[in-house]
């Protein structure tokens, strides 16, 4: 049922900041217990998951990519963001937005892998 849709500028110069937005139909974003996070998988290689934000609004990121990483959500058009700054050519990748769920269990709380996905949106970072 729920629907995710990337969209973005497809090129972005070294140095600049790289932005793109998620797109959610079918489902709220505030719904508890989802979660909302981005992954990127570079040519030839894994996936990496970059961060995420929560149906409450907490954001959590990759350590590797913390300094750069930015997530918000803007509940009134059900999208979430990212920004991603100071890039350079090794930014270049496939994004994708992702649904997930976060599991309480008492105090404990356990990250799911994601469930959706989008379809992905290959940024290249080139001058």
């Known amino acids: 049922q729920v629907q995710l849709q990337e969209s973005g500028p497809g090129l972005v110069k070294p140095s600049q900041t790289l932005s793109l937005v998620c797109t959610v139909s079918g489902g709220s974003i505030t719904t508890v217990y989802y979660t909302w996070s981005w992954i990127r998988q570079p040519p030839g290689k894994g996936l990496e998951w970059m961060g995420v934000?929560?149906?409450?609004?907490?954001?959590y990121y990759n350590p590797s990519l913390k300094s750069r990483t930015s997530i918000s959500r803007d509940t009134s058009k059900n999208q979430f963001s990212l920004q991603l700054s100071s890039v350079d050519p090794e930014d270049t990748a496939v994004y994708y937005c992702?649904?997930?769920?976060?599991?309480?269990?008492?105090?404990?709380?356990?990250?799911?892998?994601?469930?959706?996905w989008g379809q992905g949106t290959l940024v290249t970072v080139s001058s």
């Open positions: 992702a649904r997930g769920t976060v599991v309480l269990t008492g105090p404990l709380r356990t990250y799911r892998y994601p469930e959706v």
């Open positions: 934000i929560t149906y409450d609004g907490r954001t």
